[in-house]
């Protein structure tokens, strides 16, 4: 198994939108998620797509892709962002059928080292219900 775990590109952040509107109303309830206040999914790509287009040091969410042999697996995201100083990291194995196998603890480690390196942050906190 090869995994990679990096920063996303604009062109990937469909499995964001895809993993939220694909999701069963008991796993977003999980994740605190009010599924009736999802944005339509042109709407999400939109925003995201100006949102990639914003220098990282004004960005309000800043994403990680995880693949596993060349296949998106899961993200990570991080909003609450004040650049060079904090953030709050969010964790999802979008694929149900590798969740539970421990790609996740790795996939943390890795998305960690981006975040603190990208976004020059001195701390950084994991959201409740990560996973």
Same mark, same amino acid.
């Given at each position: 198994?090869?995994?990679?775990? &990096?920063?996303?590109?604009?062109d990937? #952040?469909?499995i964001?939108v895809g993993y939220?509107?694909?999701s069963?109303?008991?796993?977003?309830?999980?994740?605190?998620?009010d599924p009736? &206040?999802? %944005?339509p999914r042109?709407v999400?790509?939109e925003?995201?797509?100006?949102?990639f287009?914003r %220098?990282?040091?004004?960005r309000?969410?800043?994403?990680?892709i995880?693949?596993?042999?060349g296949?998106a697996v899961?993200?990570?995201s #991080?909003?609450k962002i004040?650049f060079?100083? @904090?953030?709050h990291?969010?964790?999802?194995?979008a694929?149900?059928? @590798?969740? @539970?196998q421990?790609i996740?603890a790795e #996939?943390v480690r &890795?998305?960690?080292?981006?975040?603190f390196?990208?976004?020059k942050?001195?701390?950084?906190? #994991?959201e %409740?219900?990560?996973?």
């Amino acid at each position: 198994m090869n995994l990679t775990v &990096r920063e996303m590109t604009f062109d990937e #952040c469909g499995i964001v939108v895809g993993y939220f509107h694909g999701s069963t109303a008991e796993h977003l309830e999980m994740l605190g998620v009010d599924p009736t &206040r999802l %944005p339509p999914r042109a709407v999400w790509h939109e925003r995201l797509k100006a949102e990639f287009a914003r %220098p990282i040091e004004e960005r309000q969410v800043f994403y990680v892709i995880w693949l596993l042999d060349g296949e998106a697996v899961g993200f990570s995201s #991080c909003d609450k962002i004040v650049f060079g100083e @904090r953030a709050h990291m969010h964790l999802h194995v979008a694929v149900p059928s @590798r969740r @539970r196998q421990g790609i996740g603890a790795e #996939c943390v480690r &890795r998305s960690v080292d981006i975040y603190f390196d990208r976004l020059k942050l001195k701390t950084l906190f #994991c959201e %409740p219900n990560a996973f």
